[in-house]
Nanobody, 114 residues
Framework: VQLQASGGGLVQTGGSLRLSCAASGRTYSIHVMGWFRQAPGKEREVVATWTGGRPNIADTVKGRFAVSRDSAKNTLYLEMNGLKPEDTAVYYC??????????WGQGTLVTVSS
């Protein structure tokens, strides 16, 4: 499985971005996908997951972020609204195989200016 993330960029506080994660390869084996982020000097944290059609959003971004998936396009999206400087991070998409997050995209940088 290969994952290609895109959509990051520079945005002002309060702005919006939509990240995309296109999956290719043996995508039929993937039932759980997710978005993670890692800010400078911090550990990677989960932002949102998509499990068999059920979205789950981390409390830190709940109400501002939404996750969705287009099965026909094998693409996972992360809609980010009301962005804050603390959302600045490299965002990664990942796919789980069994209990392991086995596949990772290359990351896309989101920078929120104050």
């Amino acid at each position: 499985v290969q994952l290609q993330a895109s959509g990051g960029g520079l945005v002002q506080t309060g702005g919006s971005l939509r990240l995309s994660c296109a999956a290719s390869g043996r995508t039929y084996s993937i039932h759980v996908m997710g978005w993670f982020r890692q800010a400078p000097g911090k550990e990677r944290e989960v932002v949102a997951t998509w499990t068999g059609g059920r979205p789950n959003i981390a409390d830190t971004v709940k109400g501002r972020f939404a996750v969705s998936r287009d099965s026909a396009k094998n693409t996972l999206y992360l809609e980010m609204n009301g962005l804050k400087p603390e959302d600045t991070a490299v965002y990664y998409c990942a796919a789980r195989q069994g209990t392991n997050w086995a596949f990772w995209g290359q990351g896309t940088l989101v920078t929120v200016s104050s």
